[in-house]
């Protein structure tokens, strides 16, 4: 090891030992309080209720009270059976579509095409321009805009996003729409990395550039992919997919995701404290369930690692 | 590799690449189709937009960005908080928010990547397993320690908030680190330099690149962001929470597309110019190390 | 780079230096002979306050001044909670307030004696309590006093376009089996039944409302537009067919948990126990059924009516334009002020357009609830008001309180409850007549409604005036609790959703979801 290599003077060792200590003080103590602490403090909200101005423990016959509405909830009524629906159907496009098109556009701009300096502009307006902005002028643009334009055809269009038919394709649509920005950077960041010397062996074999890009590029940056895949299974539990931009907390049942109901049981207007347990326990639920999911596709991701025989 | 003179690729000889042009092409046009158009229409005025919701407008309003800008405001305690206030708090918020969560991974990622104690492993364990362990519907949790620590609606307590190392800041970070090599510190190290200072004068400065990378991106979310004002920060409104709200706002003077639209563009002008001036920084100065570390 | 980053820096300082200094004392001066008058400044604007202000300050020979504070978002009955000690407002006119609660913080000022005296000093022989609607008497005595006064009174109803209706003849002849086909045949007698009234030639069944609504189709108009952003305004309206089939007692019993009511098979005694039996009125399953006719044809509606971008002002813009645009609309569903609220687009249509497009020159009226075809439910009209907690109130720590009462007398007095009326077209609950010059200055639709609210003596029942306490502490649960149904196991709290979302979605199926409650009442209330 590199530090053993400098060896010498045993102060000089404990001088060193001393400053990693100092540094990593800080990032260990919030992460004690923000993380470890905030978490634990979950799993004792969920078995608590809000009585009285303050938070207790529930009684020990009614202690999964919590659990029991929020499955009660989930079997009652289809609200939740729709918000599942709609997050799978979410992840599944964000891994089946917004993926690829990552990956391919940031494959494009690491190709140098012909206005790449526009498109990447372009690519990572998304990010630039706030998600609340971005929501507002799609959502005027999709129920003013576009039904102005197509009205001087005598075309009537269906209220995209409120029409039951086609509310959530259009969230969809918005969120491929917006989806990209950051990992763009990352992926042809990392793209850039890549050895000229393979890329050219590459050519010498007669490749073209899409069999470049299947057998070279997307092997040789699968580390950085696997990593957003695995993290993004939590998505389907998370996120709200910018139904709160669009709709406050008055979305309807048919495009609700798990992520947005849990966020508008905390944050919602008619929300109080007494919703605190209840989204608790739901998130505790949650957890449970994605945990094997999120493991199960680590161990995909490691099998199917391209390189893993390489190295 | 055959290069046009301007740098591109002469993408002719290769489908993959043709298609990707016309790929790119029209997700440009549907992007900015939307933005264009509500760029037009932030200038029309009431009656104009009805009659004509798709299409230059008869006479340019320039004022309707004044009226989104007298009009944008969130009441705090009784109080309306109008846009300089809100901007400066925008300031603050994104600011502060930025250099802790650049500077903590700046130096949890030094750590851990250039001191190899076995606890360095552990901590980017931690990241990784932060980043891929899904914990859901933490909210309410995280809202009452936020109220126990006294950090609820002070900023200070935000930026402590959004101090953490967690995340992929730390993950740009480390692998930056890991391109630089330590030889560098032992020419130092045997000029009795101390610890402190290889870190910030020798070895932060090697990766300021990723650095001014990551706090850029750092700031647009930052900036951007309205949900963490809107239930932290009670008292010190931004920006991003006053436009949300705006789109709600009912009063006939402001409730009607031009103007709301007018509010978006308000918003972004200045991130726009801001990333114009330094979208070259962000391409190829990040890249991100996988889950084995 | 360094050199840009450091400017950026720079700038970004001094930006924030500069903002944060001027945002220095923001602290306002408090004169002791100015009172400090809170507006809800909403669609009834501050028009007419100005003017019955500076008749105050006549009256006193300016020796006071009034200062009117417009707000909108700040005077939301949470913030208020909070705000109101540490606000300069010495009084305030409120659209909405949770009465009780301000009166148990001590914040609302005792005003029964103003209230009880004569107002004699303005001519008068009767005193403010004695004005008051009878109907919201009780609601604002509280043990025999007063912490405040109602305020506004105002109705969601189907609002039609006269001109329109007019062009069109969309009015059933005499017989009520047809059209007439010229403006100079006889109209049939409307929903009141007596020829020569406002409402001559409307629909009077719901099989009458259908035939009109497939007639406007039919002659390319749109029947409908609402606004998309605020489903309350369909609601509204629904809860007041519901008030208009059950009456004033069958509905008020859900204010007041507490009455006999015959649900067909015998009479039941309501209480806390069994209130929960009230989701399931007949009237709910009347509103049910008109809810469905408008929703039994998309062209029967504006598509923009279930957008969340068309805020009531937008939907009021776009029936307010739809003539002018050859695309016309017919009804619109709004609250009694939405004319005064839509005053800047009438005035942008004349400069742009003309004046006939003014709001002096176009003539709107109430198209009242249709009763059933099979004659069943109240056969009288009941109006519903939804603005049923507004208050005038004065602020308990308020050094002027005197001052306080003195002007609210003033606003009391006929001559201002007139004012009032005169300029906004909102009635106020207090027993006064508009003169012939009154009712010249105002507007067509405006004189209509007066006519309906204050002069057919109909009975009123008030939204939002929760008599049961029940009712009053559990606010949240009761908020959506009219028509939250579920259906084939989805949920539903929007009727006018339910039908557009479910094809096979009927009234009696949203009805008999109606009683999901049941189960867990015991559980949450007992």
């Known amino acids: 090891m590199r530090a053993r290599k400098l060896g010498g003077l045993k102060s000089s060792k404990r001088k060193r030992l001393i400053f990693y200590i100092c540094l990593l003080a800080y990032p260990l103590a919030h992460y004690a309080v923000f993380y470890i602490g905030v978490n634990i403090n979950s799993v004792l909200l969920a078995f608590k209720k809000f009585d009285g101005g303050e938070f207790s423990f529930l009684e020990a016959s009614n202690f999964f009270a919590n659990f029991s509405n929020f499955s009660g909830d989930l079997f009652k009524t289809s609200l939740l059976k729709y918000a599942a629906k709609n997050s799978l159907l979410m992840y599944g496009v964000s891994l089946l579509i917004v993926l690829p098109l990552n990956l391919m556009f940031s494959f494009f701009l690491y190709k140098k095409i012909p206005l790449k300096g526009f498109y990447r502009i372009v690519l990572f307006l998304p990010q630039i321009v706030s998600s609340i902005v971005m929501a507002m002028m799609f959502k005027y643009f999709v129920e003013r805009g576009l039904p102005g334009l197509f009205s001087k055809f005598n075309i009537e269009l269906p209220t995209l996003l409120t029409d039951v038919k086609t509310a959530f394709s259009t969230i969809i649509a918005y969120n491929i729409w917006a989806g990209f920005g950051t990992q763009i950077i990352i992926y042809s960041g990392a793209m850039s990395r890549i050895s000229e010397e393979l890329v050219e062996s590459g050519k010498l074999d007669g490749m073209n550039m899409f069999q470049e890009f299947i057998r070279i590029t997307l092997p040789l940056i699968y580390p950085t992919v696997s990593l957003f895949l695995v993290a993004g299974v939590a998505g389907i539990f998370t996120s709200q997919a910018a139904l709160y931009n669009f709709f406050g907390d008055e979305a309807q049942a048919n495009v609700s995701t798990l992520g947005y109901f849990l966020f508008v049981r905390v944050i919602g207007k008619s929300s109080t404290f007494n919703d605190y347990p209840y989204a608790a326990a739901a998130g505790l639920l949650f957890t449970a369930a994605a945990l094997p999911i999120t493991l199960g596709a680590k161990y995909l991701l490691d099998r199917f690692d391209p390189m893993r025989d390489a190295i | 590799m055959k290069r046009k003179k301007n740098g591109s690729v002469n993408i002719y000889k290769s489908p993959f690449l043709i298609t990707?042009?016309?790929?790119?092409?029209?997700?440009?046009?549907?992007?900015?189709?939307?933005?264009?158009?509500?760029?037009?229409?932030?200038?029309?005025?009431?009656?104009?937009?009805?009659?004509?919701?798709?299409?230059?407008?008869?006479?340019?309003?320039?004022?309707?960005?004044?009226?989104?800008?007298?009009?944008?405001?969130?009441?705090?305690?009784?109080?309306?908080?109008?846009?300089?206030?809100?901007?400066?708090?925008?300031?603050?918020?994104?600011?502060?928010?930025?250099?802790?969560?650049?500077?903590?991974?700046?130096?949890?990622?030094?750590?851990?990547?250039?001191?190899?104690?076995?606890?360095?492993?552990?901590?980017?364990?931690?990241?990784?397993?932060?980043?891929?362990i899904p914990i859901v519907g933490s909210l309410p949790s995280e809202i009452q320690i936020m109220r126990a620590l006294g950090f609820y609606d002070n900023i200070i307590g935000i930026w402590i908030l959004k101090g953490t190392f967690l995340g992929t800041n730390f993950l740009i970070l480390y692998a930056a680190f890991r391109s630089v090599p330590w030889e560098f510190a032992e020419a130092a190290q045997v000029d009795r330099a101390s610890q402190f200072r290889i870190m910030t004068q020798i070895m932060f400065p090697?990766?300021?690149?990723?650095?001014?990378?990551?706090?850029?991106?750092?700031?647009?979310a930052y900036w951007n962001e309205y949900t963490t004002a809107m239930i932290y920060l009670p008292s010190m409104p931004t920006v991003s929470y006053g436009l949300y709200r705006f789109q709600f706002a009912n009063?006939?003077?402001?409730?009607?597309?031009?103007?709301?639209?007018?509010?978006?563009?308000?918003?972004?002008?200045?991130?726009?110019?801001?990333?114009?001036?330094?979208?070259?920084?962000?391409?190829?100065?990040?890249?991100?190390?996988?889950?084995?570390g | 780079m360094r050199k840009k980053v450091n400017l950026i820096l720079t700038a970004v300082l001094l930006v924030t230096f500069i903002l944060s200094s001027c945002n220095g004392s923001s602290s306002k001066k408090n004169d002791p002979n100015t009172l400090y008058v809170g507006n809800y400044f909403g669609a009834l604007g501050d028009g007419w306050l100005k003017e019955a202000a500076k008749g105050w300050e006549a009256l006193h020979d300016n020796e006071y001044k009034i200062e009117i504070i417009n707000e909108k978002d700040l005077y939301s009955s949470s913030t208020l909670a909070t705000t109101m000690p540490t606000n300069r407002e010495d009084m305030y006119l409120l659209t909405g307030l949770t009465y009780e609660t301000f009166i148990d913080k001590g914040y609302l000022h005792d005003i029964t004696d103003i209230v009880t005296t004569e107002l004699s000093e303005y001519g008068e022989t009767r005193t403010i309590e004695e004005k008051i609607f009878p109907q919201v008497r009780d609601y604002y005595n509280q043990e025999d006093k007063y912490y405040a006064l109602p305020f506004h009174m105002a109705f969601t109803t189907i609002v039609y376009d006269i001109d329109l209706f007019d062009e069109y003849n969309f009015y059933f002849n005499y017989s009520g089996a047809g059209f007439i086909t010229q403006a100079s045949q006889k109209k049939s007698v409307g929903p009141d039944g007596v020829e020569g009234t406002d409402d001559d030639g409307l629909p009077a069944t719901l099989s009458q409302f259908k035939q009109l609504l497939a007639e406007m189709r039919k002659k390319g108009v749109k029947p409908f537009t609402w606004t998309g952003q605020y489903p309350h305004y369909r609601k509204r309206w629904l809860a007041s067919a519901w008030v208009d089939?059950?009456?004033?007692?069958?509905?008020?019993?859900?204010?007041?948990?507490?009455?006999?009511?015959?649900?067909?098979?015998?009479?039941?005694?309501?209480?806390?126990?069994?209130?929960?039996?009230?989701?399931?009125?007949?009237?709910?399953?009347?509103?049910?059924?008109?809810?469905?006719?408008?929703?039994?044809?998309?062209?029967?509606?504006?598509?923009?009516?279930?957008?969340?971008?068309?805020?009531?002002?937008s939907a009021q813009d776009e029936f307010l334009m739809s003539r002018q645009r050859n695309q016309p609309i017919g009804m619109i569903i709004e609250n009694t002020w939405w004319e005064s609220e839509a005053t800047g687009t009438f005035n942008d249509m004349s400069v742009k357009y003309g004046d006939k497009w003014s709001k002096a020159n176009r003539r709107f009226g109430m198209l009242p609830i249709p009763k059933p075809d099979d004659g069943s439910g109240a056969e009288e009209m009941t109006l519903m008001c939804t603005g049923g907690d507004s208050v005038v109130c004065i602020y308990s720590g308020s050094p002027k309180t005197a001052l306080a009462e003195d002007f609210v007398r003033y606003l009391h007095s006929d001559e201002i409850l007139?004012?009032?009326?005169?300029?906004?077209?909102?009635?106020?609950?207090?027993?006064?007549?508009?003169?012939?010059?009154?009712?010249?200055?105002?507007?067509?639709?405006?004189?209509?409604?007066?006519?309906?609210?204050?002069?057919?003596?109909?009975?009123?029942?008030?939204?939002n005036m929760f008599e049961s306490e029940l009712r009053r502490n559990n606010y949240s649960y009761f908020l959506e609790w009219s028509w939250n149904t579920t259906v084939n196991s989805v949920p539903y709290d929007d009727p006018f959703i339910a039908f557009r979302n479910m094809a096979s979605m009927t009234p009696q199926k949203y009805f008999d979801g109606l009683s999901a409650p049941y189960s867990d009442w015991g559980n949450r209330f007992l």
């Open chain 3, 245 to 313: 089939y059950e009456g004033a007692y069958g509905y008020n019993l859900n204010n007041n948990f507490s009455g006999a009511y015959n649900f067909g098979d015998g009479s039941v005694t309501i209480n806390n126990s069994n209130a929960y039996l009230l989701q399931k009125q007949p009237g709910k399953l009347y509103a049910l059924e008109l809810a469905a006719s408008i929703m039994d044809d998309p062209d029967y509606y504006s598509s923009f009516g279930f957008t969340t971008s068309q805020s009531h002002l």
């Open chain 3, 418 to 463: 007139r004012l009032f009326h005169r300029y906004t077209g909102v009635a106020r609950a207090f027993d006064y007549d508009l003169t012939a010059s009154d009712l010249a200055q105002m507007t067509e639709y405006t004189k209509i409604m007066y006519n309906y609210t204050n002069n057919l003596n109909l009975p009123i029942v008030f939204y």
């Open chain 2, 20 to 132: 990707g042009f016309w790929l790119l092409a029209l997700y440009a046009l549907i992007l900015l189709a939307p933005m264009l158009w509500a760029f037009i229409t932030s200038f029309k005025d009431r009656l104009d937009f009805l009659d004509n919701p798709f299409g230059f407008p008869d006479k340019w309003h320039f004022s309707n960005y004044a009226t989104a800008f007298r009009n944008i405001y969130v009441p705090v305690s009784g109080q309306p908080v109008h846009m300089p206030i809100l901007l400066l708090n925008s300031i603050l918020y994104a600011v502060g928010c930025t250099l802790m969560h650049t500077l903590v991974p700046l130096v949890t990622a030094y750590a851990a990547e250039k001191y190899r104690y076995r606890f360095s492993n552990f901590v980017y364990a931690l990241v990784i397993v932060a980043l891929i």
């Open chain 2, 251 to 292: 009063t006939q003077e402001i409730n009607y597309v031009p103007i709301q639209v007018a509010g978006c563009m308000l918003m972004t002008i200045p991130l726009f110019v801001l990333f114009m001036a330094f979208h070259n920084r962000l391409m190829g100065n990040i890249a991100i190390g996988g889950l084995k």
């Open chain 2, 206 to 220: 090697m990766v300021s690149k990723a650095v001014f990378a990551v706090a850029l991106l750092s700031f647009i």
